[in-house]
Nanobody
Framework: QVHLVESGGGMVQPGDSVRLSCTAS????????IGWFRQAPGKEREGVAC????????YYIDSVKGRFKISRDNYKNTVYLQMNSLKPEDTASYYC????????????????WGQGTQVTVSS
């Protein structure tokens, strides 16, 4: 069992930056692909980015390429999502998941989930 906890969300203005954290107590996250997902009201959960456990390869959806960066801090057993140049359409609850990362993430490839953290981008 992998217990994930997200943190770092908040309310920001367009163009601002936010860093989300995904931390696990116990299981070593290096053994898992870790993905970040988001879900806006009335919409399905969509994968945003993931980092592989095999090669630390990273994958992003087109709408966040060049703005978001996923990274690991193995010492802290934490995976980050650095989000820059935020737009109102980035507003959503953001979740991290542990599973398989071999391409831009799909929800069905992830077995464990955190409770989510809200990011609101508004002027």
């Amino acid at each position: 069992q992998v217990h994930l906890v997200e943190s770092g969300g908040g309310m920001v203005q367009p163009g601002d930056s936010v860093r989300l954290s995904c931390t696990a107590s116990g299981p070593d996250l290096r053994n898992y692909g870790i993905g970040w997902f988001r879900q806006a009201p009335g919409k399905e959960r969509e994968g945003v980015a993931c980092v592989s456990h095999v090669s630390d390869s990273t994958y992003y959806i087109d709408s966040v390429k060049g703005r978001f960066k996923i990274s690991r801090d193995n010492y802290k057993n934490t995976v980050y999502l650095q989000m820059n140049s935020l737009k109102p359409e980035d507003t959503a609850s953001y979740y991290c998941g542990a599973g398989l990362c071999s391409r831009a993430p799909r929800t069905y490839e992830y077995d464990y989930w955190g409770q989510g953290t809200q990011v609101t981008v508004s002027s």
